[in-house]
């Protein structure tokens, strides 16, 4: 069975950093694209990052860009956002979601995390 | 990157059917066969539904169906049930090589 733990999220005031981190397991980790997807409070989803098997690619939304990195070890089957320069709008449960179902893909995802809260406030 | 629009709601009889549209452009849902829709309770992850437009992974009932013309995809839930009341979300596969998500339906079941 497919799963993924998020954890690293908290209380944070604005302009301080953060690191999440996704432990998966039951799956070939290293075979599949990697996404963080968020949610704001009440909101709906947006794609935050993703990257491939490699790490030889990895792509952001321009709200992010500079601010946030992606990253991932898969020696650990674990996948990581460090989130700096946070922002008040950044404030988001985030959620840690495999590419699927196929290896090449990076636009679905059929398996997801539960997700960990991120309150950045002063 | 804008978001794909959906309608923020809609509802159903039980045993209706539904169709929840999703409307794009050409640099994403008309231009790629790459539309998923995703199904959200309160508090929990989103499920994925459909996939590569009108595929159904494992274990979704075959209630549930997509299809696209041009810009616009769709999903349809047959035979409503009080259990498939939930938000859902569509996504595609965009020019920018990158993925966006619709702004979400909530679909009530009366």
């Known amino acids: 069975e497919v799963q993924l733990v998020e954890s690293g999220g908290g209380l944070v005031q604005p302009g301080g950093s953060l690191r999440l981190s996704c432990a998966a397991s039951?799956?070939?980790?290293?075979?599949?694209?990697m996404t963080w997807v968020r949610q704001a409070p009440g909101k709906g989803l947006e794609w935050v990052a993703n990257?491939?098997?490699?790490?030889?690619?990895?792509y952001y939304v321009d709200s992010v860009k500079g601010r946030f990195s992606i990253s991932r070890d898969n020696a650990k089957n674990s996948l990581y956002l460090q989130m700096n320069s946070l922002r008040a709008d950044d404030t988001a449960v985030y959620y840690c979601?495999?590419?699927?179902?196929?290896?090449?893909?990076?636009?679905?995802?059929?398996?997801w995390g539960q997700g960990t809260l991120v309150t950045v406030s002063s | 990157q804008s978001a794909l629009t959906q309608p923020a709601s809609v509802s159903g009889s039980p045993g209706q059917s539904i169709t929840i549209s999703c409307t794009g452009t050409?640099?994403?849902?008309?231009?790629?066969?790459?539309v998923s829709w995703y199904q959200q309770h309160p508090g929990k992850a989103p499920k994925l539904m459909i996939y590569?437009?009108?595929s159904r992974p494992s274990g979704v009932s075959n209630r549930f169906s997509g299809s696209k013309s041009g810009n616009t995809a769709s999903l349809t839930i047959s035979g409503l049930q009080a259990e498939d009341e939930a938000d859902y979300y569509c996504?595609?596969?965009?020019?920018?090589?990158?993925?966006?998500f619709g702004g979400g339906t909530k679909l009530t079941v009366l």
């Open positions: 996504s595609s596969y965009t020019s920018s090589d990158t993925p966006v």
């Open positions: 039951g799956l070939r980790f290293s075979s599949y694209w």
């Open positions: 990257m491939n098997q490699d790490g030889s690619e990895r």
């Open positions: 979601a495999k590419g699927g179902p196929r290896t090449t893909t990076k636009e679905t995802f059929d398996y």
């Open positions: 590569d437009v009108s």
């Open positions: 050409s640099s994403d849902v008309g231009g790629y066969n790459y």
